[in-house]
T-cell receptor
Framework: DTEVTQTPKHLVMGMTNKKSLKCEQHMGHRAMYWYKQKAKKPPELMFVYSYEKLSINESVPSRFSPECPNSSLLNLHLHALQPEDSALYLC?????????????????FGPGTRLLVL | DAKTTQPNSMESNEEEPVHLPCNHSTISGTDYIHWYRQLPSQGPEYVIHGLTSNVNNRMASLAIAEDRKSSTLILHRATLRDAAVYYCILRRNTGNQFYFGTGTSLTVIP
């Protein structure tokens, strides 16, 4: 099973709402990623978890709060978002082979959650 | 982080070979060259990767210049299903940084 699943597929929320995006993989991968993708732009890295610890935060505003409850699950909690946060949010995973071996790792991406903030 | 430069868009006729170029003049000795593609309304998917030698798989071939400052993704016979944005990415051999470049939008003409 090489699938990364994301729920929900679509989400509409107001600026005062709190919502969460969910990502799941069962490939035994130990690195999980969140990306944000605006229309006709490449994905932008937001967060990386390695062995359930946050290892990279690309200066993302605090209204985005990631969580990795276990090695298979990744959540992105959303609160007080702005309309400009409307985008496709992609989750990915990779093995996390460690120092000296990361270069050859493949990332597996989910289909994304399309978020609209009103 | 080392950057990649790709043409914004390319066209190909169906069933013809396609050569998608990528420049990465600041590549370091341990950076791997990865190619991913993103079909419309989907997440990116892995295509191929390499370090120094040319690579082949069922999807494509990767030709890497001897000085590693450029590479070319080769689709041997383009089909309509190959219409996508193709991203050339340099992946370090340490850490989990993974940064997309601007990509090339490939149009396949029937």
């Amino acid at each position: 099973d090489t699938e990364v699943t994301q729920t929900p597929k679509h989400l509409v929320m107001g600026m005062t709402n709190k919502k969460s995006l969910k990502c799941e993989q069962h490939m035994g991968h130990r690195a999980m990623y969140w990306y944000k993708q605006k229309a006709k732009k490449p994905p932008e890295l937001m967060f990386v978890y390695s062995y359930e610890k946050l290892s990279i935060n690309e200066s993302v505003p605090s209204r985005f709060s990631p969580e990795c409850p276990n090695s298979s699950l990744l959540n992105l909690h959303l609160h007080a978002l702005q309309p400009e946060d409307s985008a496709l949010y992609l989750c990915a995973s990779s093995q996390d082979l460690g120092f000296g071996l990361a270069g050859g790792e493949t990332q597996y991406f989910g289909p994304g959650t399309r978020l609209l903030v009103l | 982080d080392a950057k990649t430069t790709q043409p914004n868009s390319m066209e190909s006729n169906e069933e013809e070979p396609v050569h998608l170029p990528c420049n990465h003049s600041t590549i370091s000795g341990t950076d791997y060259i990865h190619w991913y593609r993103q079909l419309p309304s989907q997440g990116p998917e892995y295509v191929i990767h390499g370090l120094t030698s040319n690579v082949n798989n069922r999807m494509a071939s990767l030709a890497i210049a001897e000085d590693r400052k450029s590479s070319t993704l080769i689709l041997h016979r383009a089909t309509l299903r190959d219409a996508a944005v193709y991203y050339c990415i340099l992946r370090r051999n340490t850490g989990n940084q993974f940064y997309f470049g601007t990509g090339t939008s490939l149009t396949v003409i029937p």
